[in-house]
C-alpha cells in the first residue's frame, strides 16, 4: 500500500532544521469524494493551499515530511484521542476538545462555509485504519528523523509549516506559534523575529494560532528538540481568490529560506551548549 506521506531527504538529516507541511496533501481517494455530502470544492477550505511548494522550494539540504492525503481524509496536527462523535462511532464523548466541538477533530466533520461534510457517519475501524496506515506512520517518521538531527548536531529544530486564511482586523501576516514557549526556546522565535522585522512583515507570536498536536508530540525542549509552527497568509502568495500560486511566490519562498538558515544558524550557535548538557 502506497505511502500518503513522502519523506525527502536524507534518512540521516544533513541539517538540524527538519521540515513538516502536513496540511497541504490534495491526493483525494474516490472512496472520499464518493463519501461527500457537501461540494467536493469545499474541501479546499481545509487545505494549507499549495504551501508545499513553498516548503519544496525554499528547501535546500534539509529533510522534509509532506503529507499527500488531504487533510479531509486525516488531520495530523489531532492526537489519535481527538475523535467526533457526531461523525465517528468510535469516538469517546467525554472531554473533547473545542476543535472537535468545532468539528475539527481527527478526520474534520464539517467546514464554518459548507457546514456537515458527510454522507454517513463512520465506524471505529475506518478512523483506526486511518490512524494506523496514514496517521502514525507520519508521526514515527518525524519523531526519528528529529532524533537523528539532534544526534547528529546536538540540537534539532522543526518548523511545521502550514498557511491560513487572512486574519480579519488584524495586521499580522506571519503566525509563530510554539505553545507559548513549552515547544521551543526563546532563542529559535527571537531569530525567525529578527528575519520578519528585517524584512518588513508584519507577525504574532502564538495568536490566533500557537501550534497543535504536533508540535505537542515532538517539542522537547529539555530533550534539544525544538518544535514551532509557522503560518503564512495564503494572500501573500496565492492569487486575489486565494486558490492558485500568485505573483508573490517567489518573494515568501526567500522569506521561507531566510527562516531556515536562521534556525540552521542558531541550532549551530547553542550545539555546543547542548552538547555540553547531555554529557
Not at 9 to 33: C, F, K, M, Q, T
Not at 201 to 218: C, S
Not at 257 to 273: K, N, P, T
Request: charged content about 25%; aromatic content about 4%.
Amino acid at each position: 500500500m502506497p505511502s500518503s506521506f513522502q519523506l525527502i531527504g536524507r534518512d540521516i538529516p544533513e541539517s538540524p532544521v527538519v521540515l513538516s507541511v502536513p496540511h497541504a496533501g490534495r491526493d483525494y481517494p474516490l472512496s472520499l469524494r464518493s463519501a461527500l455530502r457537501a461540494p467536493f470544492a469545499s474541501l479546499a477550505a481545509l487545505e494549507d493551499r499549495h504551501v508545499d511548494a513553498i516548503a519544496l522550494a525554499a528547501r535546500e539540504q534539509e529533510t522534509l515530511l509532506l503529507q499527500i492525503a488531504p487533510r479531509a481524509w486525516i488531520d495530523l496536527n489531532r492526537a489519535e484521542h481527538e475523535r467526533d462523535p457526531l461523525l465517528d462511532e468510535g469516538a469517546r464523548p467525554a472531554n473533547l476538545s473545542a476543535k472537535v466541538r468545532a468539528g475539527l477533530g481527527i478526520v474534520p466533520r464539517r467546514t464554518a462555509v459548507a457546514g456537515e461534510l458527510w454522507r454517513r457517519r463512520l465506524g471505529a475501524d475506518e478512523v483506526e485504519a486511518r490512524i494506523a496506515a496514514d496517521h502514525r506512520p507520519y508521526h514515527d517518521a518525524l519523531g526519528d528523523t528529529l532524533a537523528r538531527a539532534q544526534a547528529r548536531f546536538g540540537t534539532a529544530v522543526l518548523l511545521d509549516v502550514h498557511s491560513m486564511p487572512p486574519i480579519a482586523g488584524g495586521r499580522a501576516r506571519v503566525v509563530l506559534g510554539d505553545r507559548f514557549g513549552r515547544a521551543a526556546a526563546a532563542r529559535f522565535v527571537h531569530r525567525l523575529e529578527a528575519v520578519l522585522e528585517g524584512a518588513g512583515v508584519p507577525y504574532a507570536i502564538n495568536t490566533p494560532y500557537a501550534g497543535g498536536h504536533i508540535l505537542e508530540r515532538h517539542g522537547r525542549p529539555h530533550e534539544h528538540i525544538h518544535a514551532i509552527q509557522l503560518e503564512l497568509d495564503r494572500s501573500l502568495y496565492l492569487d486575489r481568490r486565494l486558490d492558485s500560486p500568485g505573483p508573490g511566490m517567489e518573494a515568501v519562498t526567500r522569506l521561507v529560506r531566510a527562516m531556515i538558515d536562521a534556525l540552521a544558524d542558531e541550532a549551530s550557535a547553542g550545539s555546543g551548549v547542548a552538547a555540553q548538557a547531555a554529557e
